[in-house]
C-alpha cells in the first residue's frame, strides 16, 4: 500500500508560481511511475506531467509544455511539480498518481491516487 499526500496548492495571480509536492509512504517509491494530474470543474482529469521511475524519462500536456516542470527525488519519496506563468486555465484540483505499469500508461492503470490539492489562478 502507498499513501500519498499532495501539498503547495493555493490561490496565484496569473503569470505567478507554485510548486506542489506529493510525498509518498510505504512501499518502495522508485519503483512507481509518478504523475500529476488535474480536474477542473466539469471537466475530465488530464494528464499534466508523468516522470519515470529514475527521473530519466519526463512527459507533459501540450498545454504545460515550457511551463511546468516534473521531478521527483527517490531518496525523500517525493515527487514535484513546478509550475511558472501560470494561467487562469491551469486552475484545478492537482492530484499526483502512482503506478506500476509503464511509463506513458493511461489514468485508469495507475494504482494510488492523493487526496488532491486545489490550484486557483485569478486574472
Known amino acids: 500500500q502507498v499513501q500519498l499526500v499532495e501539498s503547495g496548492g493555493g490561490l496565484v495571480q496569473a503569470g505567478g508560481s507554485l510548486k506542489l509536492s506529493c510525498a509518498a509512504s510505504?512501499?518502495?517509491?522508485?519503483?512507481?511511475?509518478m504523475s500529476w494530474f488535474r480536474q477542473a470543474t466539469g471537466q475530465e482529469r488530464e494528464l499534466v506531467a508523468a516522470?519515470?521511475?529514475?527521473?530519466?524519462?519526463?512527459d507533459y500536456a501540450d498545454s504545460v509544455k515550457g511551463r511546468f516542470t516534473i521531478s521527483r527525488d527517490n531518496a525523500k519519496n517525493t515527487v514535484y511539480l513546478q509550475m511558472n506563468s501560470l494561467k487562469p486555465e491551469d486552475t484545478a484540483v492537482y492530484y499526483c498518481a502512482a503506478g506500476v505499469g509503464y511509463f506513458g500508461m493511461a489514468a485508469r492503470d495507475y494504482t494510488y491516487w492523493g487526496q488532491g490539492t486545489q490550484v486557483t489562478v485569478s486574472s
Open positions: 510505504g512501499r518502495t517509491f522508485s519503483g512507481y511511475v
Open positions: 516522470i519515470s521511475r529514475s527521473g530519466a524519462g519526463t
